[in-house]
C-alpha cells in the first residue's frame, strides 16, 4: 500500500511520508471520569488526524488508572483510528503512598508506570517503584515537580506574572526532582522518562545522566518548543499548563537538547478540558492544553524549519524514539503511515478540530506542514487528498 501511495503522490518535494505513523507516549483522554472534556473514541479521532496510529494514555483519570479492568478498556480499540498502549500508576490511586501492583499491570497490558499530573514525593517509594519496575523491564515516565519547592506557582517569572500579581513556580522545583529520580535511577538501574522537561537545568541533567550511561530519557512538547513565559498576552488559563512555559533561554536549551539527542522524543501531553475549567485565570482554572491535532506542524515548524533538524531526525522524535522508550517496534510500514503535505500552509482553527475541548493558545498562528493522511492498520483514518482512497 505504502510503494503504491508514493508512486501517486505526484510532487515529492511537497509530501512527507513517515513509515509506522507518529507515536504519542503523553495523552490524557479523560476516559473515564470526564467525558464532557474527552473520551477515547474523540481523543483517537483527533490523533488520527494529526497523524498519529498509536498513543500512550495517561492513568490520572477518575478512578485512577491502577488496576487491569481500567488497562483493559484502554486497550479495547475496536473500531479506534489508532492503537492505545496505556500506561499506568506507579502508586494505588495515584496518592503517593504506596506501590501499585506492578506486575499485575505489566500482565494485563501496561507499557510504563506513571503517577502523571502528580509527583511521587516519597523517594522510598520511588525507589520500590523503580526496582521493581526494572525488574518487569517497563519504564518509569515522571512528572518532575517536586511539591516543596512549588510554592503554590502557577506561572514563570514573566511579566505576566508580575503584571497580574501571579504566584510563580520557580524552575528549581522541577530540576531538583530530575535529580533525586536521576540518583534513584542510578542505584535501581530502572528507565527513567522525564515528562514535558520545561528547563535548560533539566536538559543539562538528563544530557549528563545519559553521558554517564544511564537509562534516562526525556520529552519535549510542542507547546515548551514553540513558547515561552514572556510570550504570555494576558491572564489566560490557555495559556497555563503544568509545568509552566519557561523562559527563553529554557525554549533555546529544550530545542538544542532535541537537536543533539538527549531529549530523544515529542509528545503533545495532550490535555483536554471543559470550558469551564479553563475560565478564571491562571489561579484557578486547570493545568493543560489540547495538542495532538497541531503537533506535527508546530514541531515541523520549530525544529525544522526554524533550527535546522533534518527531517529523518523530526521523524525519528515522533518514531524510533517513542517506540524504544516502550520497548517496541515501530510499526510495519506498509499499513501504518502519516503523510504530511509540506506545503499546506494552514492557521489553526480551533472550531474544525476532532477533540470534544479548545483548550489551546495557538488559535490564529500559521504553520505550513500538515497531516493529511494517516493509516492505521491497512485502514486510512484521516484523508485530506482527494486522489487517494
Known amino acids: ?147 516543596s519547592l512549588l510554592a503554590g506557582g502557577v506561572i514563570r517569572d514573566c511579566p505576566a506574572a508580575r503584571r497580574f500579581n501571579l504566584p510563580v513556580m520557580p524552575p528549581e522545583a522541577e530540576v531538583e526532582a530530575v535529580r533525586r529520580d536521576i540518583a534513584i535511577c542510578r542505584v535501581t538501574g530502572c528507565a527513567l522518562h522525564v515528562q514535558h522537561v520545561s528547563c535548560a537545568g533539566t536538559v543539562e541533567m538528563i544530557r549528563a545522566a545519559r553521558r554517564e550511561g544511564l537509562p534516562v530519557t526525556g520529552e519535549a512538547t510542542p507547546h515548551h518548543l514553540l513558547l515561552s513565559c514572556d510570550d504570555i498576552p494576558a491572564d489566560d488559563a490557555n495559556w497555563k499548563m503544568a509545568p509552566p512555559l519557561g523562559s527563553r533561554e529554557d525554549v533555546a536549551a529544550i530545542r538544542e537538547g532535541v537537536k543533539d539527542g538527549t531529549l530523544g522524543m515529542f509528545a503533545t501531553d495532550h490535555a483536554p478540558h471543559p470550558a469551564a475549567r479553563k475560565a478564571g485565570g491562571f489561579r484557578s482554572a486547570a493545568n493543560g492544553i489540547v495538542g ?81 493522511l494517516t493509516v492505521f492498520n491497512g485502514k486510512v483514518t484521516h484523508n485530506e487528498l482527494d486522489d487517494i482512497r
Open 292 to 372: 495532538l491535532e497541531t503537533a506535527a506542524a508546530i514541531t515541523w515548524h520549530v525544529m525544522v524549519q526554524m533550527e535546522g533538524l533534518s527531517p529523518d531526525d523530526w521523524i525519528a522524535r515522533w518514531t524510533t524514539g517513542p517506540a524504544a522508550l516502550l520497548g517496541e517496534d515501530t510499526a510495519p510500514a506498509d499499513l501504518n503511515f502519516t503523510v504530511l503535505d509540506l506545503k499546506a500552509d494552514r492557521t489553526v482553527d480551533p472550531s474544525a478540530f476532532m477533540t470534544k475541548s479548545r483548550n489551546q493558545p495557538f488559535a490564529g498562528m500559521s504553520f505550513e506542514a500538515w497531516p493529511v
Open 1 to 147: 500500500m505504502l510503494n503504491e501511495l508514493e508512486s501517486r503522490l505526484g510532487d515529492r518535494s511537497r509530501y512527507l511520508v513517515v513509515p509506522g505513523g507518529l507515536r504519542d507516549v503523553h495523552v490524557h483522554f479523560r476516559d473515564p471520569g470526564l467525558a464532557e472534556a474527552e473520551t477515547r473514541a474523540t481523543g483517537a479521532a483527533a490523533a488520527a488526524a494529526g497523524g498519529f496510529t498509536c498513543v500512550t494514555t495517561m492513568p490520572n483519570t477518575s478512578p485512577a488508572g491502577d488496576g487491569a479492568r481500567w488497562l483493559r478498556e484502554q486497550i479495547d480499540d475496536a473500531g479506534l483510528p489508532v492503537r492505545i498502549a496505556p500506561s499506568a500508576c506507579i502508586t494505588r490511586g495515584r496518592l503517593g503512598r504506596e506501590v501499585a501492583d506492578l506486575e499485575m499491570l505489566a500482565a494485563a497490558g501496561a507499557v510504563a508506570f506513571t503517577d502523571d499530573g502528580s509527583f511521587v514525593e516519597d523517594a522510598h517509594v520511588m525507589e520500590e517503584a523503580m526496582r521493581r519496575a526494572a525488574r518487569l523491564h517497563r519504564p518509569v515516565m515522571q512528572h518532575a515537580v517536586m511539591p
